[in-house]
């Protein structure tokens, strides 16, 4: 019947009211699809616009969830920087509004999830791959830091993949807009293992050298299979990170580019951190040779736009 679909499955519509300048009330009308799962206190769905049939990915949050203040300015602040971005290589922010019982952001679908299952279903990448997906964290990371937005949760489950693979950097419920020149954060955040060292320190502020230590966190679990300072609990993950313990394990056999650009980019002195350019610039973005005049499969994997970037 008209409250059930083909399958049986009951129809949910979820709508905006929207009352124009002249008083009159517009409908907006979105019809939520499969369940993608759940991401903090959002439950994900598909949700197709009714109007223009345009599919989104809908993070409903539950307003009842809301009771903390601190839940609730983690909300207000990431919807306040994520509405402000524009670039190819971050999650597009779509839309965002409410009713009653919930707050729904509404969000560029990436229908092949993120980094995460990809390493998990892969073991690990191959060093062109990571060379691709790495240039496209940096132009993502190069867009915030411009503007003055500090991400402060990099980390595999935050690089979303969209139907044609192209990276796109999500989830900003930890980042902060820097309001002066020289302004240091000191509130702790993070995911435990990609979280800089100096963020732990908690005496010193941070800045813009957390994202790019995550990022070498990164490049290494891409690399490697797993994150560097990984261990069964926080508090050891914690200690390894502040006494810079990590290594290359025999059995994975990686370029010295590669661990060469690693180890530039995880040292505990965050002054002495490569810039974004740097990095772009190091060998191992450049090595596996000019990109040939027939390209190897491989580098499929990276969307052309990025590929004549390089040359
Ligand atoms: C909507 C929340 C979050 C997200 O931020 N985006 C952009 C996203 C996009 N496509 C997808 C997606 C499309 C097909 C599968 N997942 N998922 C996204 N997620 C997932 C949902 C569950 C946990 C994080």
Known sequence: DENNNQDGEQIVIFEEKITKVNGEVAIKRYQRGKFLGKGGF????????????????????????????????????????????????????????????????????????????????????????????VAQMINALKYLHNNNVIHRDLKLGNLFLNKNMELKLGDFGLATKLEFDGEKKRTICGTPNYIAPEVLDGKVGHSFEVDVWSLGVIIYAMLIGKPPFETPDVKSTYKKIKLNQYSFPDQVQISDNAKQLIQKILVLEPSKRPTLDEIMAHSFMNSGGTIPKVLPLSTLACPPSIQYNKQ
């Open 42 to 133: 959002a439950k994900c769905y598909e949700a197709t616009n009714l109007e223009n049939k345009k599919v989104l990915a809908a993070k409903i949050i539950a307003k009842s969830s809301l009771t903390r203040n601190r839940a609730r300015q983690k909300l207000v602040s990431e919807i306040k920087i994520h509405k402000s971005l524009q670039n190819s290589n971050v999650v597009q922010f779509e839309h965002v509004f409410e009713d009653h019982e919930n707050v729904y952001i509404l969000l560029e679908l990436c229908c092949n999830q993120t980094l995460n299952e990809l390493i998990k279903r892969r073991k690990r990448l191959t060093e062109i791959e990571v060379q691709c997906y």
